[in-house]
């Protein structure tokens, strides 16, 4: 494990696709996972949406302790394509390098590529 600094890498993480059972605990599986290997975890509202828009909000093991018996995500979800937006992935690489993010876990998506 890597550390930049005295700061801590940090994990962005989003949800979309549509709501779905499941989603939580994949969440809580990897707020904890990361916490234990001396990550921060930043989750993003309405998936790639959110992260365009920049709209994210700190896990900790507080947060996520008892989601996994809820259905559904904390997150919220979106049917956004970056692609289809203009410079979509451009946004959403300064938000990630403006929020200190190295990584992105990106759960429950399926683009057809319409």
Known sequence: ???TGSRKEQIAVITGG???PGLNAVIRGI?????SLGYDVLGFKKGWAGLIEGEQHP???DEVDDIHM??????GTSRTNPLKIPDGTAKIMDTLKNNNCEYLIAIGYSWSGK
């Open 18 to 20: 549509g709501d779905a």
């Open 70 to 75: 809820l259905g559904g995500t904390i997150l």
């Open 31 to 35: 707020v904890v996972r990361a916490i």
């Open 1 to 3: 494990m890597a550390i």
């Open 59 to 61: 896990l900790d093991l």
